[in-house]
C-alpha cells in the first residue's frame, strides 16, 4: 500500500473510532437513565421485605427507631435517582473512557477481558447503589456482615483503598432492558477496541511505508 492509502485508511479508522466513542458516551446515558426507576423499586423492596420477613426485629425496635429507619428510608427512595447519577458518574465504571490498546496483553486476550469487564463494571455500579438499602439494614441491624448466606459485603469504593462500601453479593436479576443495553455496550467496546487496534497496525504499517519509500528515494 502507498503512503497515501495508508492515510487514508487511518482517516476512515479514526472516524469510526470517534463515532463508537460517541455512541458508547449515548449508552452510557441511556443506560443510567433506565437505572433509575429500576433502583428506586428495588431499594423499596430490599428494605420493606427485610421488614416485613424479620417480624420479632421490627416489633422489638419499637415505633421510635421504625420512624427514624422509615424517614431514612423515604430520603432514600426520594434521592435514589441523585444516587445513581452519583454512583454512575465515577468513570472508572465506563470502559470506553480513555480506552486505549495494551500491548501488555495479546491483542484477543485484551478484547475478551475489556468486553467482560465492561459490563461487570455497570453490574458493579448497581450492586454499589444498592449497597445504600444494605447500610440502612445493617444500622438498624437487620443484616450482619459477614454471616452466610453472604447477601452483602465489604468492597473498596472504586479507585480507593481507604474507604469501604456495602457492597450487594447476592445474583442480579435485572430487567431485560437494562441487560440488552449493557450488551450493546459491552459489544460497543469490542468494535472500539477492533478500530483502535488497526489504527495501532496502520501507524506500524505508515511507519514502515514511509522508510521504504526514503529508501528508494536516496
Given at each position: 500500500?502507498?503512503?497515501?492509502?495508508?492515510?487514508?485508511?487511518?482517516?476512515?479508522?479514526?472516524?469510526?473510532?470517534?463515532?463508537?466513542?460517541?455512541?458508547?458516551?449515548?449508552?452510557?446515558?441511556?443506560?443510567?437513565?433506565?437505572?433509575?426507576?429500576?433502583?428506586?423499586?428495588?431499594?423499596?423492596?430490599?428494605?420493606?421485605?427485610?421488614?416485613?420477613?424479620?417480624?420479632?426485629?421490627?416489633?422489638?425496635?419499637?415505633?421510635?427507631?421504625?420512624?427514624?429507619?422509615?424517614?431514612?428510608?423515604?430520603?432514600?427512595?426520594?434521592?435514589?435517582?441523585?444516587?445513581?447519577?452519583?454512583?454512575?458518574?465515577?468513570?472508572?465504571?465506563?470502559?470506553?473512557?480513555?480506552?486505549?490498546?495494551?500491548?501488555?496483553?495479546?491483542?484477543?486476550?485484551?478484547?475478551?477481558?475489556?468486553?467482560?469487564?465492561?459490563?461487570?463494571?455497570?453490574?458493579?455500579?448497581?450492586?454499589?447503589?444498592?449497597?445504600?438499602?444494605?447500610?440502612?439494614?445493617?444500622?438498624?441491624?437487620?443484616?450482619?456482615?459477614?454471616?452466610?448466606?453472604?447477601?452483602?459485603?465489604?468492597?473498596?469504593?472504586?479507585?480507593?483503598?481507604?474507604?469501604?462500601?456495602?457492597?450487594?453479593?447476592?445474583?442480579?436479576?435485572?430487567?431485560?432492558?437494562?441487560?440488552?443495553?449493557?450488551k450493546k455496550y459491552s459489544?460497543?467496546?469490542?468494535?472500539?477496541?477492533?478500530?483502535?487496534?488497526?489504527?495501532?497496525?496502520?501507524?506500524?504499517?505508515?511507519?514502515?511505508?514511509?522508510?521504504?519509500?526514503?529508501?528508494?528515494?536516496?
Amino acid at each position: 500500500m502507498s503512503v497515501e492509502s495508508i492515510r487514508q485508511e487511518i482517516s476512515q479508522y479514526e472516524a469510526s473510532a470517534k463515532r463508537r466513542l460517541q455512541e458508547l458516551a449515548q449508552m452510557r446515558v441511556s443506560i443510567t437513565n433506565d437505572v433509575k426507576p429500576y433502583m428506586k423499586d428495588k431499594l423499596k423492596e430490599i428494605i420493606e421485605r427485610q421488614v416485613r420477613d424479620n417480624p420479632d426485629h421490627t416489633k422489638a425496635l419499637g415505633a421510635k427507631k421504625l420512624g427514624e429507619m422509615k424517614a431514612k428510608f423515604g430520603i432514600m427512595i426520594d434521592t435514589s435517582d441523585s444516587i445513581v447519577d452519583s454512583v454512575f458518574a465515577d468513570e472508572k465504571l465506563w470502559m470506553h473512557i480513555n480506552y486505549s490498546i495494551t500491548s501488555d496483553y495479546g491483542v484477543s486476550v485484551q478484547s475478551y477481558a475489556d468486553v467482560k469487564k465492561a459490563g461487570e463494571n455497570i453490574h458493579d455500579g448497581i450492586r454499589a447503589i444498592m449497597g445504600n438499602a444494605g447500610s440502612l439494614l445493617l444500622e438498624y441491624e437487620y443484616i450482619k456482615m459477614g454471616t452466610p448466606p453472604v447477601v452483602w459485603r465489604w468492597k473498596e469504593q472504586f479507585g480507593s483503598r481507604n474507604s469501604k462500601m456495602i457492597y450487594a453479593a447476592h445474583p442480579l436479576s435485572l430487567p431485560e432492558t437494562i441487560n440488552e443495553k449493557t450488551k450493546k455496550y459491552s459489544d460497543g467496546i469490542r468494535a472500539l477496541h477492533d478500530d483502535l487496534y488497526k489504527l495501532y497496525s496502520l501507524g506500524e504499517d505508515l511507519s514502515k511505508q514511509e522508510a521504504s519509500d526514503l529508501w528508494e528515494q536516496v
